[in-house]
């Protein structure tokens, strides 16, 4: 099939400007990275709240990392592991359309991290759920302001790459995977309510216009699901080869660089890297890596070795990606019959450095009870505007909220509003709602 299909738009009558030198990656590119979606990452946690320090990473400039990792995997792949492989070249994408696909993954993500998504979730239990990835989709194909009802109107071939699970929340949801929902709802324990990996209900038919190039018999073997044994529910088994690349990136980039991050804060000190990898100098050895040599350089004096070290690190990675059969059994089509892997020993070490993060940084006390913060002041920010909508929201959200005709598509204005914004502008919109003392008729958000 003509790779012109996967250059499409839903909105026919985008068409290039007169002298517009650019193809159809380039301006997705374009249209993304000015886009206020992507711009509001700079005010969305990453993993350590902000406000903290100026040091770490924020969602935004993760996403950057993401774009940078992601288009040096393919070059990687093209110029090198794969050159002599005409087929899979051809496949692999342009750098224009890697950064675009890197850049986006994360626009969907709501305020205050898993905090924030947990919340939304919550709160949107009877009416379709909500997932941060579900929500980068809708975003790109139909929230955004850059045309009317498309989004930003993205290429089929972007839309693919950001589909990360696509059967949508209806399909892969088990009820009982939830636990116990207490009240006031913001003590639920966050654990058991973790949404489904998913696409939302309401985009089922921007995803059949994704797949539409596919053959009934690729699509029917793409779209089959498992228990996902994190969350209890079920998980799609496939995605696509873009895809697997931006995954690839985003697995190195948060597990490294909040590494480094976690070193530079002194979440993780020497003594705490040294005894965790007691036992497991062989985990680095088999990777060509001298552990006392990476050891001497994360925790020198001079940060410019840590960085070296981290930089290193990263390269080795991306050099022992390769491509093979993503295993959708009956795919004729490039872009699902092939998905980009990491060599299981680097695939180790990748998550033996991230489960020390996870340990240390990410499940740490401080860390979570910032997680419990957001969760509960989107939940109470949530319920503060569906009780009075009309009342409370603003003028252009009021006018989105009465125009939907059912209660579902009602809630589902009000997680959109929540869902798009920073933490500060969430922190500020609540305590004016709710602090006494706080707020102003002048206030603008």
């Known amino acids: 099939m003509s790779n012109k299909v996967w250059e499409e738009r839903r909105d026919k009558q985008d068409i290039q400007r007169n002298n517009d030198v650019r193809d159809e990656w380039e301006r997705d590119y374009a249209r993304l990275i000015h886009s206020s979606a992507f711009r509001r990452l700079q005010s969305k946690t990453q993993v350590l709240g902000l406000g903290e320090s100026d040091f770490y990473r924020t969602r935004l400039t993760h996403s950057m990392e993401v774009a940078q990792i992601g288009a040096g995997i393919v070059r990687w792949l093209k110029e090198s592991r794969h050159k002599d492989d005409q087929e899979i070249v051809d496949a692999l994408p342009k750098l224009s359309l890697m950064n675009a696909i890197c850049l986006a993954h994360d626009i969907g993500h709501p305020p205050f991290g898993h905090g924030g998504e947990v919340a939304l979730n919550i709160c949107m239990r009877e009416h379709g759920g909500f ?243 957001g969760q509960k002041l989107v939940i109470e920010l949530f319920e503060a505007l569906s009780s009075d909508p009309e009342r409370l929201l603003p003028t252009t959200t009021v006018a989105k909220y009465k125009k939907a005709e059912s209660e579902r598509e009602k809630q589902r204005v009000i997680c959109d509003y929540i869902s798009g914004m920073t933490d500060e502008y969430a922190t500020r919109l609540y305590e004016k709602i709710y602090a006494p003392h706080k707020g102003s008729i002048f206030d603008r958000l």
């Open 131 to 373: 997932e941060g990835n579900g929500q980068t989709l809708r975003i790109l194909s139909k929230l955004d302001k850059y045309t009317d009802g498309f989004g930003m109107n993205p290429t089929r071939r972007l839309l693919l790459g950001v589909l990360k699970y696509p059967v949508n929340y209806s399909k892969v949801c088990v009820e009982t995977a939830y636990g116990e929902l207490k009240l006031p709802k913001w003590l639920s324990k966050a654990k058991k309510q973790h949404p489904p990996k998913c696409y939302l209900d309401d985009e089922k038919e921007m995803v059949d216009w994704i797949l539409k190039p596919l053959t009934s018999e690729e699509r029917e073997e793409f779209l089959e699901y498992k228990i996902d044994g994190k969350t209890g529910h079920w998980k799609t088994k496939y995605h696509g080869l873009d895809t697997s690349i931006m995954e690839l990136a985003d697995d190195i980039s948060y597990s490294l660089h909040d590494f480094e991050d976690a070193i530079s804060l002194g979440m993780i000190t020497k003594a705490i890297w040294e005894e965790y990898n007691n036992k497991a100098e062989s985990i680095f050895s088999d990777c060509g890596i001298v552990l006392q040599d990476l050891t001497n350089e994360l925790f020198s004096s001079e940060s410019y070795q840590r960085k070296k070290a981290i930089g290193n690190l990263v390269h080795t990675l991306i050099t022992h990606t390769y491509v093979k059969s993503s295993g959708v059994k009956n795919a004729i089509t490039p872009l699902i019959k092939w998905n980009a892997f990491l060599e299981d020993n680097y695939e180790k070490m990748r998550e033996h450095i991230f489960d020390l993060v996870k340990e240390r940084v990410i499940k740490s006390t401080n860390v979570q009870q910032l997680e419990f913060k």
